[in-house]
């Protein structure tokens, strides 16, 4: 029989709504339930393509002993962490300080008043490597609740306590600088793998926000050094197996170092960011291997990710079925050279386990592999290349899929919105402008509400109960503003001013500056989340710092800028001692450093020949941050056209930072050569 998740919209939730555990949504209800009942809450936290939180719902959710034990002992409760990233970022904090690690499944044991007294992660049915067996913990804590519950409270109200001392207020420290944005870039340099690319060692993620701010410091200073690290990383990815060769898109992570084995579940945010990525890097140095990786990575989006209403849903899973029933991480991307032989013949089987690095050996499980480029691309005859890669497709496409998790959350939407209307506008292909758009008027009609308070999440067209959180309202005001630069429609310019709005007046401490990631009307939590760095996403804060300097950049307007540039202190603190966890906030510093650019077009039309390739240059500027408005003289669309007539009669183009504009200019290539400056 169903439990309580069965009318949820999370597809994580849902995925437990026959489980024998008698699970509760997060609500008031359920602790009202813990407190009548005088047990403690197990809290479980997870998200839909997360592997090890799927071995340990078979393992443990699905046992029907291990399900009586806790509905006897325990109220428990799911949560879906990309629905609530609150609750998640608050017991996060807890579990990391108390452990010193953190990960999903996340499992952490509260008092009726949601105060966290133990913590784990991923517990195993029968003790293993030194660890307990999830009935030992459950039973050991039961134990602990009954005959020791001073202890416990007095623990719990101590890690309240020490969480609550957390508090931070950088947002009054002044605007990096040049010093802080060099030491950042030499803490790069030292932690750069110039051997494989990225950063770090294994498991090895895909940096996006660190490779645009390392773009765009090239783009302000030459640096030649950051454009090497930022192309050579791309390369890296995109020759390695975290990068599907055959469909396009990246997955999550690879574990090792060289970016041959992925976790294969593909995220939203991950392929919305490097789309992005890639096109910059192609609009920085023209690089074809660059272009072909933004163009297929928006086509995986557009192809795969993108639901019947027009949004894009959030993940694909790391497992499917290997065709005899059974769930396993990767099956639908890995290929052993019998099952090249058996669709491609003997002699192109051979060619395409050259191309893709396809051994006998595998370099995955039970001798398979996952495709690579080992090999530069000119060895091979390109068109038989194409042909191969084109029938593997089609014969990958027969096999079960990987489950797609549904739900539109409206920050990955924001940042899907920008990398398609650029990737779009750059490389003509109006298509994808199109599905950012409708990505975009979906948002418009379901999540946002009268006042322009946005909810986090909908699915199957349904507006999710769960409200707006920074990271939301600040990634859909940047594929707003990212929109409105592309397509010269100035309401998504307008819309993106609620969004900020919402930002200072909901977010925002007006002494400090410093932003929260919940609004100050939201649901209290033992703790109101703060977190300036970055993680697989911009955080909130840097991703506000942004959006309210392209606003600002548009309009003209102060407040906005000062909010802004308070919010950016906190990267002038931490940027020179953790650069890899505030890369966006420090590609944020740098567009403030060159003013950013406010850059406005004015042509008879937008359909006119000469206004758009004024437009197009403008565009494709690498000045960090630039802004970009189109429209005919004196259109009230933008702010940014007003007193800009046509000079001559001619399209024109005007140049302004800093308060100083340059001449106003009817050429392209010396609109290109002020951009560039």
């Not at 997360?50 to 029907?64: G, T």
């Not at 890097?281 to 989006?301: C, H, I, N, P, Q």
């Not at 919010?567 to 944020?588: D, E, M, S, T, Y």
């Not at 042509?603 to 970009?628: C, I, N, Q, Y």
Request: charge should be negative.
């Amino acid at each position: 029989m169903p439990n309580r998740l069965a009318h949820e919209t999370s597809p994580y939730l849902l995925q437990h709504a026959d489980n024998p555990v008698d699970w509760w949504p997060w609500s008031e209800e359920a602790f009202d339930e813990a407190r009548k009942r005088n047990v403690p809450v197990l809290l479980s936290i997870g998200y839909s393509s997360c592997h090890w939180c799927h071995v340990m719902a078979h393992e443990s959710f699905e046992d029907q002993e291990t399900a009586e034990y806790l509905n006897a002992h325990y109220v428990s409760v799911k949560v879906d962490r990309e629905e609530r990233p609150d609750v998640d970022a608050v017991y996060m904090e807890a579990v990391q300080a108390a452990t010193g690690q953190g990960g999903w499944p996340m499992t952490v044991f509260l008092t009726p008043d949601a105060e966290p007294f133990y913590f784990g992660t991923y517990f195993p049915p029968a003790p293993r490597q030194g660890m307990p067996s999830f009935r030992q913990v459950l039973q050991g804590v039961h134990q602990a609740w009954d005959e020791r519950r001073d202890e416990v409270t007095e623990v719990a109200g101590k890690i309240v306590r020490d969480l609550a001392g957390r508090e931070i207020s950088y947002g009054d420290a002044q605007t990096p600088g040049e010093e802080e944005l060099a030491q950042a870039l030499l803490g790069l340099t030292r932690e750069y793998d110039p051997q494989r690319g990225g950063f770090g060692g294994a498991p090895k993620f895909p940096p996006s926000m660190v490779l645009e701010f390392l773009l765009r410091h090239h783009a302000r200073t030459g640096a030649e050094g950051a454009l090497q690290m930022a192309s050579d990383t791309c390369e890296r990815m995109a020759r390695g197996g975290i990068y599907d060769q055959l469909g396009g898109g990246f997955a999550r992570y690879s574990v090792d170092r060289d970016w041959v084995v992925p976790h294969f579940e593909k995220m939203l945010y991950d392929n919305a960011l490097l789309c992005r990525v890639y096109a910059h890097l192609w609009r920085a140095t023209g690089s074809e291997l660059a272009r072909r990786v933004a163009l297929e990575t928006a086509d995986f989006m557009v192809r795969e990710l993108r639901t019947n209403e027009g949004g894009f849903a959030s993940a694909l899973d790391a497992d499917s079925d290997d065709g005899t029933g059974k769930h396993v991480e990767g099956a639908y991307y890995v290929w052993t050279p019998e099952q090249l032989r058996e669709v491609l013949g003997e002699q192109d089987a051979d060619l395409a386990a050259q191309v893709f690095g396809v051994t006998e050996e595998g370099t995955f499980e039970e001798g398979a592999s996952v495709l690579q480029l080992p090999v530069r691309d000119g060895v091979f005859d390109a068109e038989k290349v194409a042909s191969v890669r084109e029938r593997l497709l089609a014969a990958r496409s027969r096999r079960p899929a990987p489950g797609r998790d549904d739900k539109v959350v409206a920050a990955w939407n924001g940042l899907a919105i920008a990398a398609l209307a650029e990737t779009g506008a750059y490389f003509d292909r109006p298509d994808l402008v199109e599905a950012a758009v409708a990505a975009a008027d979906l948002l418009v009609r379901l999540h946002l509400d009268e006042q322009a308070r946005l909810t986090r999440t909908s699915k199957d067209g349904h507006a999710g109960a769960n409200a707006g959180v920074l990271e939301d309202y600040a990634d859909v005001a940047e594929g707003f503003l990212a929109l409105a630069s592309v397509t010269g429609e100035g309401v998504w310019l307008e819309f993106a001013g609620f969004l900020v709005d919402h930002v200072l007046a909901r977010f925002t401490d007006p002494e400090s500056g410093s932003l929260y990631d919940t609004a100050a009307d939201a649901e209290r939590l033992i703790r109101r989340p703060q977190d300036p760095t970055d993680n697989a996403a911009p955080s909130g804060w840097s991703a506000a710092a942004g959006a309210l300097l392209g606003y600002a950049a548009h309009t003209g307007s102060e407040p906005h800028r000062t909010a802004a540039e308070k919010a950016l202190g906190v990267v002038k603190a931490l940027g020179p001692r953790v650069p890899r966890f505030i890369g966006w906030g420090l590609a944020v510093a740098e567009a403030v450093l060159d003013g950013p650019r406010e850059v406005a077009v004015v042509g008879p039309s937008l359909g006119d020949e000469g206004t758009r390739s004024l437009h197009r240059t403008a565009l494709l500027g690498t000045a960090p941050g630039a802004v970009v408005a189109v429209g005919v003289p004196e259109s009230e669309e933008f702010p940014l056209l007003s007193d800009r007539p046509l000079v001559g009669g001619e399209p024109t183009a005007y140049v302004c930072r800093n308060f100083t504009c340059d001449a106003p200019t009817t050429e392209v290539d010396r609109l290109r050569a002020v951009l560039s400056d």
